[in-house]
């Protein structure tokens, strides 16, 4: 194993690790700056309200994409184990 073979796994890795975990971090980012934004015009600082609507959005999203993200994990892991056998 070369460390170019390395740097392909590595790689890998990291676009699997941004593929599954973007769209929950990105979308329970913008309901924080939807609830700050309201929470500053309305002048409610209930730190609940914040944590609450990020858990259903993350709950949400693994419920309509846990099945695409599991699939790709199980792809990833595959082709590891492949490339564990050959070498």
Do not use: C, N
Not at 25 to 40: D, N, P
Not at 60 to 72: D, E, I, P, R
């Amino acid at each position: 194993m070369d460390t170019g073979m390395i740097t392909d796994v590595m790689r890998d890795a990291v676009g699997v690790v941004i593929k599954l975990g973007g769209p929950m971090l990105v979308l329970s980012m913008l309901a924080g700056v939807v609830v700050a934004i309201f929470q500053a015009v309305t002048q409610i600082h209930e730190q609940t309200i914040s944590f609450i609507l990020k858990v259903v959005i993350v709950m949400g999203v693994l419920l309509l994409t846990g099945g695409w993200m599991l699939t790709t994990l199980q792809e990833y892991a595959r082709e590891i184990f492949d490339l564990m056998t050959r070498i």
